[in-house]
Nanobody, 124 residues
Framework: QVQMEESGGGTVQFGGSLTLSCKFD?????????MAWVRQVLTGEREAVAV?????????ADSVKGRFTISHSQDRANGMLDLQMNNLRPEDTAIYYC???????????????WGQGTQVTVSP
């Protein structure tokens, strides 16, 4: 089980920056799931934009590579997963979710645990 709560969404102009934060609790200091930021646009389509393996390796969708950075810290069962977003574009507008899964994961993974989401809106 992983409990997660996102914060940091909002409205920003084209070219601006935002940092999203996800506070998580894995229930045990020995649990370190694979975690990701996944966004959902108005059409309902979901896209994983950044993934972090439990060993620290990170992956990014081509649409955000070079603009977004995922970072992670964990102290025993609790931690933070941040997403620094720079040079934002209107097409980045979406609900952003923190997601997790134990075991291997990739940008195509169907994650098992989800936060409630935070809205990001980028105006032209």
């Amino acid at each position: 089980q992983v409990q997660m709560e996102e914060s940091g969404g909002g409205t920003v102009q084209f070219g601006g920056s935002l940092t999203l934060s996800c506070k998580f609790d894995t229930g045990s200091p020995y649990n370190e799931p694979c975690m990701a930021w996944v966004r959902q646009v108005l059409t309902g389509e979901r896209e994983a934009v950044a993934v972090r393996w439990s060993g620290g390796k990170t992956f990014y969708a081509d649409s955000v590579k070079g603009r977004f950075t995922i970072s992670h810290s964990q102290d025993r069962a609790n931690g933070m997963l941040d997403l620094q977003m720079n040079n934002l574009r209107p097409e980045d507008t979406a609900i952003y979710y923190c997601a997790a899964k134990y075991g291997a994961c990739s940008l195509r993974t169907n994650f098992d645990y989800w936060g409630q989401g935070t809205q990001v809106t980028v105006s032209p």
